[in-house]
């Protein structure tokens, strides 16, 4: 029998068991709270299934296409739901370009009752008003899990990647997102023996390699914001939480010293990329580094399963934190993937019930065993080549949103930063330019918008 097997019987008889102890919970007073909120799911908590049942149905617009692995975890995650309660889900998969529409469509009450989002989303739908707060479902027990609320089993660190600026949990996440510095433990045994800790440490190491005639970083120039990693990690590492998202606020921040210390960094990598790296179509360089043909790679913790197809099949990617820097912050970056529930949702006591079931420990089990991601319950293991990236998160002692969540401006950091980031990284102006440029632009952007 193999794994999968076995989870789908042990979560049949879990949710048999989950919506006994559900209602029984219920029943000894463990209320979810009264509804004077948008996040409650009940007048006083004794009647969450009943109610999500008479409701009958809930709405799912997925982003993931049918064929990729997170599409078919949550349809059969949806189809026992469905078995066990009698709710049906009505799953309707619009891809990726369907998020272009479905601020118009939630607007017009057209949208459906859950969808999926992510970190670097909260600013935006939050100023759109796309989502119904869910601090009702973190009270809310998880089924099959002994009492276990949907809190207990989401790490702070990862509410907080999917809480909104008003301290609102916007979304319940499934999957953790990460930046990290990655290698291949097969073909760089002494990296991964002796990671660099320190930015010295690190560049000591792009010197090595380069010295033996190797090419250090691989580098998929044409996407900015791929490029802008690594500005993002040095002002996370100067100038912690906040520093860069404050650059589009005000103008003056831009002279604080973390801002130029960051951009000398960054112009200190330039000899260390692959020739024509700001031309390079993506995936063409995430491709040669799996491949061996360069040592490192930043990028997200999808790197992994992106790039399998192209690794050898003895390689053994891995990964290393950002390295710190003297007297600065040592902030791990955690996103997360997860699912909202629309502020004009028809069916929000289902849907809110759905969302407990999503969470118990076997279903997102999976997003480990058959996406090859990480998990956002930390009792549920990340795959070996995203071990070392989950226990950052997890051990994390400072933590930050996604590109600090800079990108909620999205005309300054479309227009000002991206742009200015990409001739910094490709050699076209030095740091203190980047610092005036930087400074001025974004006094133009604030004074007209």
């Known amino acids: 029998m193999n794994r999968r097997n076995k989870v789908r019987i042990s979560t049949k008889a879990g949710l048999a068991a989950s919506l006994v102890a559900l209602m029984l919970i219920s029943a000894c007073g463990n209320k979810v709270g009264k509804k004077d909120d948008a996040s409650s799911s009940s007048t006083d908590g004794t009647d969450i299934v009943a109610a999500a049942k008479a409701e009958g149905s809930v709405e799912y617009w997925s ?12 349809k059969a995650a949806a189809d026992d739901f469905t078995a066990r309660t009698g709710i049906k889900v009505d799953i309707k998969y619009i891809g990726r370009d369907g998020e272009k529409s479905l601020p118009q469509d939630v607007a017009g009450a057209d949208g459906p009752d859950v969808f999926n989002t992510s970190t670097d989303h909260i600013a935006e739908f939050e100023a759109q008003k796309m989502t119904r707060p869910l601090d009702g479902v973190l009270k809310m027990p998880v089924p099959g899990e002994a009492g276990k609320t949907v809190a207990d089993v989401l790490s702070p660190n990862v509410v907080k990647s999917a809480t909104d600026s008003s301290g609102h949990l916007d979304f319940v996440p499934n999957t953790l997102i990460s930046t990290a510095i990655w290698y291949d433990a097969a073909r760089f045994p002494d990296i991964a023996a002796n990671p660099p800790k320190t930015w010295t440490d690190f560049i000591a190491l792009l010197a090595r390699e380069k010295a033996a005639g190797k090419t250090p970083i691989a580098q998929d120039g044409l996407v900015d914001y791929y490029n802008a990693y690594w500005f993002y990690e040095l002002m996370m590492r100067y100038g912690g939480p906040g520093s860069l998202a404050g650059l589009s606020t005000d103008a003056r921040n831009w002279d604080a010293p973390a801002v130029l210390r960051a951009a000398k960094a960054v112009a200190q990598l330039i000899p260390y990329f692959q020739d024509g790296y700001m031309g390079t179509k993506y995936p063409a360089a995430q491709n040669d580094w799996a491949q061996g043909k360069e040592a490192l790679n930043i990028n997200g913790t999808w790197l992994p399963a992106e790039t399998h197809p192209q690794a050898p099949a003895d390689a053994a990617p891995s990964s290393f934190p ?27 006591e289902a849907a809110e019930l759905f969302l407990t079931y999503m969470v118990t420990k076997a279903n997102l089990a999976k997003i480990g065993t058959e996406a090859l991601n990480i998990p956002a319950r930390s009792d549920d293991p990340a795959p070996p080549a995203l071990k070392a990236a989950q226990d950052a998160i997890t051990g994390a002692s400072e933590t930050n ?7 909620a401006d999205n005309k300054w950091w479309n227009d000002v930063f991206l742009p200015l980031d990409d001739q910094l990284l490709g050699g076209k102006i030095s740091p203190e330019q980047f610092v005036t440029q930087g400074r001025r632009k974004t006094a133009d952007v604030l004074a007209n918008s």
């Not at 982003?63 to 949550?74: D, L, R």
């Not at 949103?401 to 990108?407: C, E, H, I, M, S």
């Open 63 to 74: 982003t993931w296409a049918q064929t990729e692995p997170q599409a078919k975890i949550f």
């Open 322 to 348: 950002f390295p710190s820097v003297d007297g600065g912050h040592d902030s791990v970056e955690v996103g997360s993937l997860g699912w909202a529930v629309s502020s004009k949702a028809k069916h929000v």
């Open 401 to 407: 949103l996604t590109y600090d969540g800079a990108t």
